[in-house]
């Protein structure tokens, strides 16, 4: 089992960057693939980035790619969101999530994940 907890948001003006970061608990996070989703009020949770267990494999919603950079660091149990040209329709929770499975061909799924973080606010000002 593994624990998620997310950090890093904020407000910022738009065109500005923030990067998030998700620290997992327990000794295995290498063996879990990692994917952050976002949910705007009144939205279902989306998909934005993936990356599998060693960062060879990394995917992106079509709104996000070119802007936001996913990576882990399985040294310190930890993914992050690198975030550029923030826009206001980027405003929503951004929450990570892990799954130990030993395939990912639903990485944009979010019934795929069995772990979640409570989630980190982040708001772009127009």
């Known amino acids: 089992q593994v624990q998620l907890v997310e950090s890093g948001g904020g407000l910022v003006q738009a065109g500005g960057s923030l990067r998030l970061s998700c620290a997992a608990s327990?000794?295995?996070?290498?063996?879990?693939?990692m994917g952050w989703f976002r949910q705007a009020p009144g939205k279902e949770r989306e998909f934005v980035a993936f990356?599998?267990?060693?960062?060879?494999?990394?995917y992106y919603a079509a709104s996000v790619k070119g802007r936001l950079t996913i990576s882990r660091d399985n040294a310190k149990n930890t993914v992050y969101l690198q975030m550029n040209s923030l826009k206001p329709e980027d405003t929503a929770v951004y929450y990570c999530?892990?799954?130990?499975?030993?395939?990912?061909?639903?990485?944009?799924?979010?019934?795929?994940?069995?772990?979640w973080g409570q989630g980190t606010q982040v708001t772009v000002s127009s």
């Open positions: 999530a892990a799954d130990g499975a030993g395939y990912y061909s639903d990485y944009a799924r979010a019934n795929m994940y069995d772990y």
């Open positions: 990356i599998n267990w060693s960062g060879s494999n990394t």
């Open positions: 327990g000794r295995t996070f290498s063996s879990y693939v």
